[in-house]
Structures are given as C-alpha cells and as structure tokens.
C-alpha cells in the first residue's frame, strides 16, 4: 500500500516523548522528559467532578461550553488582568488547549497564509498550520544574558504580505521564557501595523517563579481586538488529563473558532467544566502554594544539573528548564539524551526536536521540574554519576 498518511502531515511521524518514554521505562530511569505532573490538583476540585457525574451532568453540554465555566472563565480574565469577556459569545470552552489553537488556525488562516511562531516552539503548532496548508515562518530564541528572546529585527523581517497570525506562547514551552512588557510591545506593534491576529497560548499563565509577572498581550492598547486569547486548566491546577481549555475573543473571531471547533468535537466533555468552574472561583490559592513548591523544585532541579556540569539557564515560567551541554563536552542534545539513561538512569528532552531549524537547538537539553521532591532528589543524585 502506498503511504496512506496525507502529504502535509508526513513531516509529523513519531514524537521524540514516544521514543524518550519508552527508553525510561526501559531501563528504569526517571523520566524528566514529559511534562506533566505526577500529583494530583485540588481534592474540592476533583470532588466536584465526580459530583458531576454523579448528578447527572453526563450529556452534551452546550457547544460554546457549560454557562457556569464561561461565567467563571470571564470573571478570571476581569480579576487577574483587568480584561472583560462576555460569557455570552466572548469565550469558548475547548478540549484543552490544543483543540483551541488547531481550531484557530484553522478558523483563521487561508492555504498559502503565513503564521510566525518562536521556535523553539509546541510541537502541535506546526502541525496545525501545516493542517490548514498555511505556512509556519519560525522566529528564533536564543539565550541572552541566560534567557532566551528574539531579537526585534528578525522578527520584524519574518512579516510578509502574507502574514495573517503569530502564535505566541508566553510563558514560554520549552524555554521557560516569560516575555517582558518591552518584547510584547514590540509584537503588539507589529500586529497593529499590518493587521495580524495574535493567538495567545497561555497555559502557564499562573506558574512564573521570582514574582515575574505574566501580562496578556490583549491587555495592550489596540490588542484585545486581534487577539485570540487561550488558555486551559491542566497546567493551572494540575490536571492534564482534563483537557479542559478555553478561548477568550471579541464576538467574530470566538464565532469564527467556533466554527470550525463544532465540526472538530462540538463540544467539551462536561463533568471537567464544572469542577474548573470551581478550581477558578475556589482554588487560586491552592495554585499559589503549588506555584512556590514548583519553584523550590525549579532551584533543586537547577543545583544539581549545574553540579552534574550542565550550563543551565534559569527559567521565569513553566515546568522546564534548559540547559546548554556543551560544558559536559557533547555537542549534539539527541545523542546524549540516548545515552543520559545508560549514563546516569535519567530521561530527558532532546530541545532540537521543538525547532524548525534542529541544528539551531542541538546544544540544548530539556528537563521538567513538576514532579514530587523525591523525584527531582533522586535525579540530581543520579546526575552527579556525569561529573
Ligand atoms: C501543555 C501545553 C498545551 C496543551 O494544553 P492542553 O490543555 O492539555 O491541550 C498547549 N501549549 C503549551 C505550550 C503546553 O505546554
């Protein structure tokens, strides 16, 4: 049979979390490779899931998503960042985040558009564009002063006439970057100038260390009206598994992802709606003490990736962080990711496997922090095996 797989999806075969997870089960490794965490979200919170169930919450619930979640989404968006969504036609519930950039994408770009993105970027989002025939044009980060950012030339030089939309993932996966109000200036500028849409990826929103802040790039003047605004709850509260997202947008571009979304999985499953309903109006505290342990496990993480030789650099946000090898004398991050179980029983992320331009990335290693002490101890006790 001949390949049966479209051609524009035949770039997207195995992942490297398939392969990676295998080799730590394998050799019994600890597998910092996948993000996720390895506890549980708020106990109130799961309790009103298993509520749901129980009290006959298991029928489709209305396509634009559950009243009481969209009224909790847009009473969030008002508290924490001063921007107003009506719960009626300015949010759409998804099936986590990534159904909501696929829908956009597709809502929002023609074959042929260009959509600029950072690399290192989320793997689903090449794979949306290439979906929609449209046209990734990649923007590079590159560590500065031990973070990485883009430098405003080159992204003023990825526009064309044909640029329709940037994703922006801030803070950012798999760099931990959180943009400064300076680098979101830059892009809500540009956005204005030759009316782009902005489709904002979220998720981390609520987990920056350091008091750094996250700022929406809606909040910025002129913005709110060209911005897609996503986010989801299984990073907010620990439940990746709940795949319980959300978009928030002035009317015609909700309608316009809704669109498209309602022939994807018309609706969001129900019985998640309700308990993140609660975790949002009930549970910001239990986010806040998670945010300081996740931290604490940042620096431990960091300590003994340093100890083991590694350069690393400190990330403002997320579940990652990055380190450079090249001080442990390797130069190419697939190769030692093959061996760091043989080497010191630790799985992790090969960070060339986020860009499009791989050799840009070849130097960097990804690890994840959001796991138990136990977990992150026993890894920087193994590490040590390297030095
Ligand atoms: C985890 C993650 C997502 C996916 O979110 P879901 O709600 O699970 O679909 C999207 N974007 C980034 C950057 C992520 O890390």
């Known amino acids: 049979?001949?390949?049966?797989?479209?051609?524009?999806?035949?770039?997207?075969?195995?992942?490297?979390?398939?392969?990676?997870s295998a080799l730590a089960v394998q050799t019994g490794s600890i597998n910092l490779g996948q993000g996720f965490p390895d506890s549980d979200g708020p106990a109130a919170m799961l309790d009103r899931a298993m509520d749901a169930i129980a009290g006959g919450g298991n029928q489709y619930p209305p396509g634009p998503g559950v009243p009481d979640l969209r009224q909790a989404v847009s009473a969030h968006r008002a508290t924490h960042?001063?921007?107003?969504?009506?719960?009626?036609?300015?949010?759409?519930?998804?099936?986590?985040?990534?159904?909501?950039?696929?829908?956009?994408?597709?809502?929002?770009?023609?074959?042929?558009?260009?959509?600029?993105?950072?690399?290192?970027?989320?793997?689903?989002y090449a794979a949306s564009i290439a979906l929609a025939g449209a046209r990734l044009a990649g923007v590079?980060?590159?560590?500065?002063?031990?973070?990485?950012?883009?430098?405003?030339?080159?992204?003023?030089?990825?526009?064309?006439?044909?640029?329709?939309?940037?994703?922006?993932?801030?803070?950012?996966?798999?760099?931990?970057?959180?943009?400064?109000?300076?680098?979101?200036?830059?892009?809500?500028?540009?956005?204005?100038?030759?009316?782009?849409?902005?489709?904002?990826?979220?998720?981390?929103?609520?987990?920056?260390?350091?008091g750094v802040e996250h700022i929406p790039l809606a909040t910025f003047p002129g913005m709110r009206e060209r911005t897609v605004m996503i986010s989801s709850a299984g990073k907010t509260f620990?439940?990746?598994?709940?795949?319980?997202?959300?978009?928030?947008?002035?009317?015609?571009?909700?309608?316009?992802?809704?669109t498209v979304k309602q022939f994807l999985t018309f609706t969001a499953s129900g019985p998640w709606q309700f308990a993140v309903a609660y975790g949002l109006r009930h549970e910001m505290g239990w986010v806040a003490a998670m945010r300081a342990g996740l931290q604490d496990k940042r620096d431990r993480l960091m300590k003994g990736l340093a100890l083991a030789g590694f350069r690393v650099l400190k990330p403002a946000g997320t579940y990652?962080?990055?380190?450079?090898?090249?001080?442990?004398g390797f130069t190419d991050g697939l190769e030692l990711t093959r061996k760091l179980p043989s080497l010191a029983g630790v799985v992790a992320i090969p960070t060339q496997v986020f860009y499009e331009h791989p050799e840009r990335g070849a130097h960097f290693v990804r690890f994840a922090f959001c796991k138990q002490y136990e977990v992150i101890d026993e890894a920087v006790g193994r590490l040590k095996r390297l030095g």
């Not at 390949?3 to 392969?19: D, K, N, W």
């Not at 030089?157 to 680098?183: C, K, Q």
């Open 1 to 20: 049979m001949t390949e049966p797989l479209v051609s524009r999806m035949r770039a997207f075969g195995t992942t490297i979390f398939a392969e990676m």
């Open 81 to 124: 960042y001063g921007l107003v969504y009506d719960p009626n036609g300015e949010v759409l519930v998804t099936v986590g985040a990534t159904e909501a950039i696929a829908a956009s994408v597709l809502a929002l770009c023609e074959p042929g558009d260009e959509v600029i993105a950072f690399e290192p970027y989320y793997d689903s």
């Open 140 to 210: 590079t980060l590159r560590p500065v002063e031990g973070r990485f950012t883009f430098d405003p030339d080159e992204l003023r030089a990825a526009v064309t006439p044909r640029t329709r939309a940037i994703l922006v993932n801030s803070p950012h996966n798999p760099t931990g970057t959180v943009f400064t109000r300076d680098e979101l200036a830059v892009i809500a500028e540009l956005c204005q100038e030759h009316g782009i849409i902005a489709i904002t990826d979220e998720v981390y929103e609520h987990l920056t260390f350091d």
């Open 238 to 258: 620990s439940v990746t598994g709940w795949k319980t997202g959300w978009v928030c947008a002035p009317r015609p571009l909700v309608t316009a992802v809704q």
């Open 320 to 328: 990652f962080v990055q380190t450079d090898i090249r001080p442990l």
